[in-house]
């Protein structure tokens, strides 16, 4: 399997557009994550879908953040519209449904708003 | 409300040194703990899982412990090489079921010079 893949890797944009950021799990993962890594907050967990069902929102920042996960192969970020406090690197994790809870990750999105 | 902390932020050694790094949790209520690794610019790589009724966890020259009435755990590098150059996480998730939710210590960056 590839891993998990993320789209873009690189994405710069003005401050008010509109930004969509792509993930593609690991075959067979039932589990899938977005987080969000600043330098000042690390890591922070967003949203996680459990068979493409939302189970924890929590970390979502505002209403302008929202994801989706419409098949298990496909999720997305979507972030509308954006400010330039949004810049971090959004990475995107997927781990089997069994319990040992390895988390794999993608190489993460870089997104900067200007 | 759980939390993560890891010490030293930041850890510079000669190669061949053998070191350790600490991870620190304020609830002991845990189902396991795992340490990463982040090159820079890239994705985190799971290096080490460990349950919470198992003690330790080894992978060729790491070796991670787990004390979880003390809450600390601590990953051991021996025979440190340049390339273990990148910076250590660790994170910590409650209890089995449907939470599959870490917590997230900030990192130990690590310089292994030649």
């Known amino acids: 399997d590839a891993g998990v893949i993320q789209s873009p890797r690189h994405e710069v944009t003005e401050m008010g557009q509109e930004v969509t950021l792509r993930c593609k799990p690991i075959s067979g993962h039932d589990y899938l994550f977005w987080y969000r890594q600043t330098m000042m907050r690390g890591l922070e967990l967003l949203i996680y879908f459990n068979n493409n069902v939302p189970i924890d929102d929590s970390g979502m920042p505002e209403d302008r953040f929202s994801a989706k996960m419409p098949n298990a192969s496909f999720s997305t970020l979507k972030i509308q519209p954006s400010e330039p406090r949004d810049s971090a690197v959004y990475f995107c994790?997927?781990?089997?449904?069994?319990?040992?809870?390895?988390?794999?990750f993608g190489e993460g999105s870089r997104l900067t708003v200007l | 409300k759980q939390e993560v902390t890891q010490i030293p932020a930041a850890l510079s050694v000669p190669e061949g040194e053998n070191l350790v790094l600490n991870c620190s949790f304020t609830d002991s209520a845990i189902y396991n703990l795992q340490w990463f690794r982040q090159d820079p610019g890239k994705g985190l790589t799971s290096l080490l899982l460990i349950q919470s009724s198992q003690r330790e966890q080894t992978s060729g020259r790491l070796n991670a412990s787990l004390d979880k009435s003390s809450g600390r755990s601590t990953l051991y590098i021996a025979a440190s090489q340049p390339g273990d150059s990148a910076t250590y996480l660790c994170a910590v998730s409650g209890f089995a079921g449907n939470n599959r939710k870490l917590i997230w210590g900030l990192g130990t960056s690590l310089a292994v010079n030649p």
């Open positions: 994790a997927s781990t089997p449904g069994a319990a040992n809870g390895e988390l794999f």
